[in-house]
Structure formats: C-alpha cells, structure tokens
C-alpha cells in the first residue's frame, strides 16, 4: 500500500524559506507522477508543482515560479519542495499526492494517494 508523510512545515516570517519533504513508500511502478497542493481555509485545493517520473519532469504553478522549487532523491524515494521568499499568501495545508501516470494530471481529484498535509504559516 502507498504511503506518502509529509514534513517541514512550520511558521515563518514573510521573505522566509522552508524545505518540505515527502516520502514515498509502498509502490514499485516504473512511472508515476508526485505532486504538492495547498489548500487555506475556505479556499480550493491548489497545485503548486509536480514532478513526472522517469523523466524527472517538473512543474509549478504561476504564483510560485521562481521561489519553489521541486527535486526528488530517488535513493530516498523523497521529494523535496525548496520554498523561498515566501509571502503570506502561501500559508495553507501543504499535500503531497501521487498518481500512477505518465504526465502531472492538473487537477487534485486524479490522484490516488495522498499523506496527511504538513501546515505551512507566513506571517510576521
């Protein structure tokens, strides 16, 4: 069974970084994609990147191009998101979630395994 744990989340003042991390276990698939959404009180979830295995392809969303920053340590089976210059605007339950796919699928419902959210709060 997959299992996914999210860590890394904390409170930290705008400008700020913090590296989250989830690791995978339980699947021994050739190809799959792993991704990270937030979700903040009252609000959808969102995509913020995602990363396709084999080819180790990339993603992000808009909002976080060029402060996020995905990579993975196969050896770990872990994915790491490097979060610098954060704004308040990124506080929110951080998710990580996998899908047995070729591609990153946009939307939150096509993926299949999900951990438990490590919270993630800009504020000064």
């Known amino acids: 069974q997959v299992q996914l744990v999210e860590s890394g989340g904390g409170l930290v003042q705008p400008g700020g970084s913090l590296r989250l991390s989830c690791v995978a276990s339980?699947?021994?698939?050739?190809?799959?994609?792993l991704a990270w959404f937030r979700q903040a009180p009252g609000k959808e979830r969102e995509g913020v990147s995602c990363?396709?295995?084999?080819?180790?392809?990339?993603e992000y969303a808009d909002s976080v191009k060029g402060r996020f920053t995905l990579s993975s340590d196969n050896a770990k089976n872990t994915v790491y998101l490097q979060m610098n210059s954060l704004e308040p605007e990124d506080t929110g339950n951080y998710y990580c979630a996998m899908v047995v796919s070729w591609v990153c699928p946009k939307s939150p419902g096509l993926f299949d395994y999900w951990g438990q959210g490590t919270q993630v709060t800009v504020s000064s």
């Open positions: 339980g699947f021994t698939g050739g190809y799959y994609a």
């Open positions: 990363i396709s295995f084999p080819d180790s392809a990339t």
